[in-house]
């Protein structure tokens, strides 16, 4: 059964760049595309971006400049950057995976959630 | 301002049947990309509750069930029970944006 486990720091600074680590534990890394969306209080789910195996990525057009996600086949991870952050940026963060069919799959397994903190 | 539209919020007494819509455009719902729903307990990840417009994950119970037609989706659950109360989202693929897509979320209050 497969498993996401992510893990980054929670608290930031205004300006200071948000990183997280995604680890896929019990299943194939290739063939799938790899995801991160947020949750901010009080608000919904946002798409931020991904990244499949062979490290081809796709990212929110209203958080593009600032997003990058990175790949490390050799320790099926994935991670994300989030660059030049503000408290608009406080949220969950969750990694996810696109089901094998992409567009008709859904996203399957998820991670357990990290809460991140920007505050000066 | 979503790209995908859904109520705030739905009631219902136990046992009862409510539908959640979820209304896309021809970018999204209306194109060839299915549409997907999540169950979102605060504190928990999201979990995929239907996936390619109408189909179930292994383990989800059959009360729930999902429907598309035209650019709008739907999502029913049948037989509701205290367990059910959470807050529900439909997602897609959108064209114009080459991007993934989240409704705005409707909470489910079972009464």
């Known amino acids: 059964q497969v498993q996401l486990q992510q893990w980054g720091a929670g608290l930031l600074k205004p300006s200071e760049t948000l990183s997280l680590t995604c680890a896929v534990y019990?299943?194939?890394?290739?063939?799938?595309?790899w995801s991160w969306i947020r949750q901010p209080p009080g608000k919904g789910l946002e798409w931020i971006g991904e990244?499949?195996?062979?490290?081809?990525?796709n990212y929110n057009p209203s958080l593009k400049s600032r997003v990058t996600v990175s790949v490390d086949t050799s320790k099926n991870q994935f991670s994300l950057k989030l660059s030049s952050v503000t408290a608009a940026d406080t949220a969950v963060y969750f990694c996810?995976?696109?089901?094998?069919?992409?567009?008709?799959?859904?996203?399957?397994?998820w991670g357990q959630g990290t809460t991140v903190t920007v505050s000066s | 301002q979503s790209v995908l539209t859904q109520p705030p919020s739905v009631s219902g007494a136990p046992g009862q049947r409510v539908t959640i819509s979820c209304t896309g455009s021809?970018?999204?719902?209306?194109?060839?990309?299915?549409t997907h729903w999540y169950q979102h307990l605060l504190g928990t990840a999201p979990k995929l509750l239907i996936y390619?417009?109408?189909n179930r994950p292994s383990g989800v119970p059959d009360r729930f069930s999902g429907s598309k037609s035209g650019t709008s989706a739907s999502l029913a659950i049948t037989g509701l029970q205290a367990e059910d109360e959470a807050d529900y989202y439909c997602?897609?693929?959108?064209?114009?944006?080459?991007?993934?897509?989240f409704g705005g979320g409707t909470k489910l209050t079972v009464l």
């Open positions: 996810a995976r696109v089901g094998s069919s992409y567009y008709s799959s859904g996203m399957d397994v």
């Open positions: 021809s970018s999204n719902i209306g194109a060839a990309y299915g």
């Open positions: 019990g299943g194939s890394f290739s063939g799938y595309h």
């Open positions: 997602q897609s693929y959108d064209s114009s944006l080459s991007s993934w897509v």
């Open positions: 990244i499949n195996h062979s490290g081809s990525t």
């Open positions: 390619g417009n109408d």
